[in-house]
């Protein structure tokens, strides 16, 4: 059973940056993709950014392309989400899923870890 566990969310000033942690155990991830959600009071949960375990292939949102930078970390089983130049609107709970690359649908979720941008 996979298992996630996010860390490194807080409260920051915009233009400031932050990292957030996703810990993977239960499984063996090189043919799993790592994503990155997150979800703003009120609002439907939206896709940030993905990574391909084994490719490092990533892919993110036009929302925070050039600010944000997904990576992981296979002797640690960790996958980063590097978000830089912070914005108020980028305040919400963010979520790191894993989805089996045959699948379509992410079907592992972590707990969320709050982010908040203050202006």
């Known amino acids: 059973q996979v298992q996630l566990v996010e860390s490194g969310g807080g409260l920051v000033q915009a233009g400031d940056s932050l990292r957030l942690s996703c810990l993977a155990s239960g499984r063996t991830f090189s043919n799993y993709a790592m994503g990155w959600f997150r979800q703003a009071p009120g609002k439907e949960r939206e896709f940030v950014a993905s990574?391909?375990?084994?490719?490092?292939?990533?892919r993110y949102a036009d929302s925070v392309e050039g600010r944000f930078a997904i990576s992981r970390d296979n002797a640690k089983n960790k996958v980063y989400l590097q978000m830089n130049s912070l914005r108020p609107e980028d305040t919400a709970i963010y979520y790191c899923a894993a989805r089996m690359i045959v699948q379509g649908d992410y079907s592992s979720w972590g707990q969320g870890t709050q982010v908040t941008v203050s202006s």
């Open positions: 990574v391909r375990w084994s490719s490092g292939i990533t």
